[in-house]
């Protein structure tokens, strides 16, 4: 850098300072950046063998939508012919046990847990609700379902229960809380957790059919 | 021969040490002798690195399963091709790779330039040697592939170049294999280009920095540079190009971009180069944006860099992240030191980059040129942005948020229809200024077409208007074009007399950058073209099929006849037949595939599809096979109709094309003195 020429130092630095600034700032702007995603690398998710991280949620209330809030929800869910997934009736209440409760996974040690993290924006959840439905009223009183909604709003979700006649227990993460300590990377996922609190499988994506949620759940229970 | 790889890598590691130290001795004290002793270094590491390459290549092809890189991205039932082509499958192949074709591109480049650059050569020297030094200390300190295996004496394996305390050598029997869904024609061939564009964009960093470097300023290095960065750039289109096709028919989504972290890392710097191609025309011109050009040149590569950091350092999920390791930490401290490091020159030669003129007016070329380039930068930035979303998120609220299509879509979608405007408006402006009524001259006839295809889209096809915009202003580009060639040989033939073709080709030979640009700007059209069908007319249904029955999409009926099994060298595969009809007539039987690997490394990632595929310049008729029950009594499909698609890659082609039609040298006809319609220099 020695051989400059001596008056190119003299001169002023007029045209690109400002450009030249804007590039220094955006780029160590994103420099900070990398650095933070270097020293907090993606954490892997909760894994089998592991104690399933415990919540604490509210469920949602049982009372189904007054018809004017649920009708106009279901459209927009389903598009205009909802009939067609509705597999429950849309003007009964949901199981009183389960109204407004504060629930945590920890209430169920002792019995193995079916937990499914889903929302009603969710196209792939669509199938595999009634899988989930039907398996838990297969297996009710030896293994617990439980639905977790991620980033929902309370409408659309009741108006997805109220439709599929959804049983088990439900409610909003608030917060995303159980999202992040499971460390799940989208919706659905289901883990399997047995009676210690120990998650024994999960399964990424909406499952695919009943006998692969029957092969899940037997599993569970051989624990 | 993994002892022979490593130790060539350790030598040309020293050589280039060497050629850094001697090239800038000898550029400081002007000393020829010195700066020809650094040059042949460059050309003794760029040899050893081929020794080096070629002793990785020999252990795949003969299965040398004692070599780690071998036996865990190798197999034996691997047809041989597949077996070159894992040189690039993994991690550290594919640094060697990058080692190598950076080996040869400087070599290149040093022997074409060196007569011509007594200045500035050593410091270009110096430059590549100082890139490569960095590819050099990741093969040999972080990922290295010529590590041999190792069993520890608690019966775990390892990798290692010299032997662990207590180990045995360990040559397992066969290898792991490679990912089954780099099995595939296209993904051989894209990486190799990709490669070449992504190793290549070093090249205009290096000059830039040999120019800054040596204070060699003047507007010479735009012209030198401008065929190191539109090579690259070449290379690197057709490797996206090629990337989206291996997606579109190897992933079985119907789509061709996802806007992946993995795609978009090669996307990013494809548009600042694409930028860098413009801006370089207006400093030859009118001597302005001498820094901003300076920032381009090392935009391009440093985006690269950061590319490459963010798909394999493991800051960020991929869906196809193939390889993930710890040599993130040294990219970072790379991407700060070239970073600081360009910028500090920049600073220091600022006073000899002042523009030679003033913007004259917001309606000419260069003004244009300059819209187009913030466009193209911007563009870049919102991409990174979205890309490094789930980061920022996270270092902001705690949880990681991922942005995907709709986010992509939103942003760059409105950038590249303005980008559309301006190749429809751009080249009809004159240098400096241009006068209303020229232009209104020249705008007649693109915009008569603009809204002609406008209204008939509006009439026949859709009230949707996002295809009505981007249709008419791709026709727009389209009238633009036209009316130039029109113009050109128009003008030439009032010149020579020449009949309308001659005269045609003539002008186009006699300006073979400009015309050539326009060739790749056609491909551009036909490819929103086609992008625009496949996206917003697309049809799909997902559906399952019994033995001999039916399903409808688009006009089409879809019979299911059977289902059988083969075998393949190293996968068993599925195959459906589906007979596609409509009405009457027979449109093709399609043989919709489901691949199942042998090899272990295929084993956790369950069957790859390959598509059934009917493809013509209407439409293309798009069938996977997602399962099976029962021995095949039924199917499940997806199927997609998916207009126009053809369109894209005959696009892509034409863009090549172009390229080359600017890049190949040419007989020139006679030169003719022209009166030229505009008002100011022949341009490019």
Redesign the interface.
């Known amino acids: 850098m020695s051989q400059a020429p001596i008056e190119s130092q003299k001169k002023k630095r007029k045209g690109g300072v400002g450009l030249l600034l804007l590039i220094a700032v955006a780029g160590f702007i994103l420099l900070a950046v990398f650095y933070y995603g270097i020293l907090n690398p993606p954490s892997q998710r909760a894994d089998s063998g592991e104690k399933a991280p415990d919540f604490s949620v509210t469920t949602y209330a049982s009372a189904p939508l007054p018809p004017d809030v649920l009708e106009p929800a279901l459209a927009n869910l389903f598009g205009g012919n909802y009939q067609t997934y509705c597999t429950g009736d849309l003007s009964k209440p949901r199981p009183a046990e389960y109204d407004s409760i504060p629930l945590k996974l920890s209430d169920f040690r002792g019995t193995p847990v079916v937990l499914n993290f889903w929302a009603s924006w969710c196209t792939t959840c669509k199938e595999e609700q009634p899988l989930l439905e039907s398996a838990w009223r297969r297996y009710k009183g030896q293994v617990q379902f439980i639905g977790l909604s991620h980033l929902d709003q309370d409408k659309n979700a009741r108006a997805w229960l109220q439709c599929y006649d959804v049983t088990y227990p439900n409610a909003p993460d608030l917060g995303g809380k159980a999202y992040n300590a499971y460390r799940i990377q989208g919706v659905p996922e289901t883990y399997f957790i047995d009676a210690d609190g120990n998650i024994v499988d999960y399964y990424v994506g909406a499952i695919p059919n009943g006998s692969i949620l029957d092969q899940l759940i037997q599993k569970l229970l051989q624990q | 021969m993994s002892d022979l790889g490593f130790i060539t890598l350790l030598i040309a590691f020293l050589f280039t040490l060497y050629g850094i130290v001697v090239s800038i001795v000898a550029a400081?004290r002007k000393d020829a002798a010195l700066a020809a002793s650094g040059r042949n270094a460059l050309y003794i590491v760029s040899f050893l690195i081929l020794v080096a390459t070629a002793a990785l290549v020999y252990m795949l092809v003969t299965n040398d399963f004692s070599n780690e890189y071998v036996a865990s991205h190798s197999e034996r039932a691997l047809p041989l091709f597949y077996k070159v082509s894992t040189l690039w499958g993994g991690q550290s192949g594919s640094l060697l790779f990058w080692s190598l074709l950076l080996a040869g591109y400087s070599a290149v480049m040093v022997a074409s330039l060196w007569k011509k650059e007594p200045r500035r050569g050593p410091w270009l020297v110096a430059m590549l040697l100082f890139v490569q030094l960095f590819f050099l200390i990741i093969s040999l300190y972080a990922s290295n592939p010529f590590n041999r295996l190792w069993v520890l004496p608690d019966g775990s394996t390892t990798g290692a170049v010299f032997r662990p305390e207590g180990a045995a050598l360990f040559i397992p029997a066969d290898g792991t294999g490679l990912n089954p869904l780099l099995q595939n024609y296209w993904m051989v061939a894209h990486p190799i280009f990709l490669y070449l564009g992504y190793v290549g964009l070093t090249l205009p960093f290096a000059y830039a920095a040999a120019s800054l470097?040596?204070?060699e300023l003047d507007d010479s290095w735009v012209k030198r540079v401008r065929i190191w960065n539109l090579i690259p750039w070449a290379f690197l289109t057709i490797g996206i190009i090629l990337g989206s096709q291996w997606a579109y028919l190897e992933l079985g989504w119907g789509g061709f971009w996802a806007w992946d972290p993995v795609e978009n890392a090669s996307f990013i710097p494809w548009l600042t180069a694409t930028a860098f191609l413009h801006s370089i025309m207006i400093q030859e011109h009118r001597g302005m944006l001498?820094?901003?050009n300076m920032?381009l040149a090392f935009l391009g590569f440093w985006l690269v860099i950061?590319g490459t950091?963010i798909t394999r350092?493991?800051?960020?999920?991929s869906v196809h992240a193939f390889a993930v390791s710890n040599i993130?930490?040294l990219f970072?401290g790379f991407?700060?030191v070239t970073?600081f490091g360009f910028?500090a020159?920049?600073?220091?030669?600022?006073?000899?980059?002042?523009?030679d003129a003033e913007l004259d007016s917001l309606l000419s070329r260069e003004a244009a040129f300059l819209y187009v380039n913030v466009l193209f930068v911007v563009a870049a930035?919102v991409t990174?942005f979205g890309t490094?979303f789930p980061?920022?998120s996270?270092?902001l609220s705690?949880?990681?948020i991922a942005v995907n299509a709709p986010y992509f879509n939103k942003v760059d979608g409105p950038i590249f229809l303005a980008i559309l405007l301006l190749m429809g408006i751009g080249p009809l402006l004159g240098w400096r200024r241009t006068s209303n009524e020229m232009l209104q001259k020249s705008l007649a006839v693109p915009v008569a077409l603009a809204l002609a295809v406008a209204g008939a889209v509006f009439i026949l096809v859709t009230r949707n208007w996002v295809p009505i915009l981007a249709w008419s202003l791709a026709a727009l580009v389209f009238g633009t074009i036209l009316w130039e060639f029109y113009r050109g040989a128009a003008s030439r033939r009032r010149a020579t007399g020449e009949g309308w073709l001659k005269a045609l080709w003539g002008v186009m030979a006699r300006n073979q950058r400009r015309y050539g640009g326009y060739i790749v700007h056609f491909g551009v059209v036909l490819m929103a073209f086609g992008m625009v069908g496949a996206v917003a007319f697309q049809h799909n249904l997902k559906t399952s099929i019994t033995l001999n029955g039916t399903a409808e999409l688009g006009g089409y009926t879809f019979t299911y006849t059977g289902l059988d099994q083969n075998q393949g060298p190293n996968y068993d595969e599925v195959v459906a037949t589906v007979i596609v009809t409509q009405g009457d007539r027979n449109v093709a039987t399609l043989y919709p595939r489901m691949n199942f690997y042998h090899s272990r490394a295929a084993k956790d990632m369950g069957p790859t599809t390959e598509v059934g595929l009917h493809t013509s310049l209407r439409e293309d008729v798009y069938v996977v096979l997602n399962g099976f029950e029962n021995g095949g009594q039924l199917a499940a499909f997806e199927i997609f109709v998916n207009p126009l698609m053809l369109w894209m890659w005959i696009g892509g082609i034409v863009m090549v094309l172009g390229t080359l039609f600017a890049l190949l040298p040419m007989k020139q006809p006679a030169p003719v003195r022209v009166r030229s319609p505009k008002p100011l220099p022949q341009p490019a």
């Open positions: 400081k470097l040596s204070g001498k820094v901003w920032i950061i950091f350092s493991g800051i960020i999920d993130g930490p970072l991407i700060i970073f910028l020159l920049l600073w220091y030669r600022l006073p000899d980059l002042e523009s930035f990174l490094l980061i920022i996270e270092a705690g949880t990681k």
